[in-house]
């Protein structure tokens, strides 16, 4: 095995895991980039809502890093993690992987990196408060 070869994170599961679509390529073939911006935000914001316990907002993409382009048939895991927690707000990293067959067998590359905050809200919408873990 290549001890430079990228694998995916050990002992996790990914908070999602998908295979794009022909329909979700872009004009050069490869999936576009706010296909992969929108399984981001939705992984960020599961991870969001089970640590707030409620139902999240998206209010920034603070930032979103394509290091490789990600093409039909790659299965994608995206990794989330919430990094920061505000008295209403939550700060998630995700890591997106794609897994590929290459004619030299499975290759894994990471593909994306993104930061996004996300606001905790009531039945009213409003921002809520975010309860410290464990209660």
Known sequence: MDPNAIVLPEHRQPTLRLTPMPSDTN????IFGGW???????????????RARCHVVTVAINSVQFHE???VGDVISCYADV???GRTSLTVSVDVYAERISPQGLHVAKVTEAILT???????RKPRVVPPEGE
């Open 83 to 85: 990094i920061k927690v």
């Open 118 to 124: 996300y606001v905790a809200i009531d039945e009213n």
């Open 69 to 71: 382009p990600t093409f």
């Open 27 to 30: 004009a050069a073939g490869d």
């Open 36 to 50: 992969m911006v929108s399984q981001i935000d939705i992984a960020g914001s599961i991870a969001a809502y089970r």
